[in-house]
């Protein structure tokens, strides 16, 4: 209970730390815009704190230090590397699954003129999104939120707050906010709050998105738990992210379609099609892939411990 109350508290500091410091950072750096300032210093304040919060854990237990990253998910023990490769490829195939099955009965069509400096540049920003993105995503929300939950309330009740909160990250969108020429800390409060005007007003129009997102959460966390290493779900995560920018080089899909009901709109896991592919990944990396990884058989559900 203490560490939570401290969690609250550490969150709160950084709200306010972010919505005070906005307009000094902003003053200097004018040629940015004041909201993108303001989501910035968030993000990177949050995670400092998780990974400081972490951190202080550690030297309260006096464990090796092996343990402290293993605990974290980074268990350089296990098999790693293949982790990450069997992840990356499962994450990105199965993006690639979804495009090309939508490509020949769905709403997505080739892109023409198909242009070699365009696949080039989406495949570098790909690979490079995809690395910084599997990275601190899985560090947070599997490594820290999900590994903090868990040890508190009953694990799937732990995946399924994990993975709502991961989901509706994606949805603080404090864009339509209107910012004054000489924004003060007032305006950095109004985004603050801004972040719940997508679940306010626009709930119906996102939920197919959120529910999407919410199931991936939870293949991300089977993976963690199955494998004990964080590494397997970088690599999905990687794998998903790369896949999702790179097809843009070859594929199209109408922001609007006849189709929506079953494929979704234009992002790639807002349809039921989509929901029943990231599903199947993972109950294939439960039942198929990590078995062989582990050397170990799936236990008799997600539940176990």
Known sequence: MKSTFKLVLVMLLVCLVSIYLTPLVYSFLPMFKFEKIFNRLIMIFTI????????????????????????????????????????????????????????????????????????????????????????????????FVFNFLRKRIPVVLAVALASAFYSMTHFFDNGQIFIPQRPSASDGFRLLVGYLEPFKNHLPEIFPQFFGLFVFGIVLCVAFLRSNSLFLSIGIHAGAVFSIKFQHSFIRKPLEDLHYSIFGNSVDYDGPFEWFI????????????????????????????
């Not at 990231?278 to 411990?305: D, E, F, H, M, Q």
């Open 48 to 143: 400092s704190a998780a990974f400081i919060f972490v951190l202080k854990n550690q030297r309260k237990s006096g464990r090796p230090w092996s343990e402290f990253w293993k605990d974290l998910g980074f268990d350089f023990s296990a098999p790693w590397k293949k982790l990450l490769i069997y992840g990356f490829l499962s994450g990105s195939l199965a993006v690639a699954f979804i495009v090309a099955w939508e490509t020949a009965f769905g709403p997505r069509y080739l892109r023409s003129p198909i242009s070699i400096q365009d696949i080039i540049e989406r495949f570098f920003k790909g690979a490079t999104s995809g690395i910084l993105v599997g990275i601190i995503e899985e560090f947070f929300f599997r490594g």
């Open 278 to 305: 990231l599903a199947l990944l993972g109950l294939v990396l439960w039942y198929v892939i990590l078995p062989r990884l582990t050397k170990n058989p799936p236990p008799s559900g997600p539940t176990a411990r």
